[in-house]
């Protein structure tokens, strides 16, 4: 079983939907959570993090942690082409170790 | 202008060569890692380093070697370079307390290894 889980996709939606991009991770006892973007050809950047319960808006972003559930989203709202990219999520589980999703391709169709 | 830098950006060689890919953060970081990313398996640590001369492995760490001699500095090393090994790297840097752990990324480097 991977530590951190999130669907491929390609995920596609329409220029002012909101996207939702979600991840499932495998280590209860992970205390913090981070949402990386990635655009094409370029290294992947922080946008969100979050380590309790419950949401965390910033902008457009918003981060939704459930621990019990194991389980973290990311939804973007009022989606723009810009935005177009690969959404890595990453776990923190114990001190040293950090553990990124293989990525959701999200594609914003102006 | 903070940053991390990575040389060289593209390298092609050929098995049994050794080689090194540098990594140099300006921002004064003690954590530093090197993370290869391939497609359908993400983003994988190879090695880290909490401070000077304090390495551990990472989850992929066969074939590698990495050494961290000065804060700003953190080189991965090839000793014998197989295709397997062919693949994007980045380097990173984190400011780290017991929460916070933001990656900051090099631009990568794409390895062939033919």
Known sequence: ?110 | EAQVTQNPRYLITVTGKKLTVTCSQNMNHEYMSWYRQDPGLGLRQIYYSMNVEVTDKGDVPEGYKVSRKEKRNFPLILESPSPNQTSLYFCASSFRDRHTDTQYFGPGTRLTVL
């Open chain 1, 1 to 110: 079983q991977k530590e951190v889980e999130q669907n491929s996709g390609p995920l596609s939606v329409p220029e002012g939907a909101i996207a939702s991009l979600n991840c499932t991770y495998s280590d209860r006892g992970s205390q913090s959570f981070f949402w990386y973007r990635q655009y094409s050809g370029k290294s992947p950047e922080l946008i969100m993090s979050i380590y309790s319960n419950g949401d965390k808006e910033d902008g457009r972003f918003t981060a939704q942690l459930n621990k019990a559930s194991q389980y973290v989203s990311l939804l973007i709202r009022d989606s723009q082409p810009s935005d177009s990219a690969t959404y890595l999520c990453a776990v923190k589980a114990g001190a040293n170790n950090l553990f990124f999703g293989t990525g959701t391709r999200l594609t914003v169709i102006p």
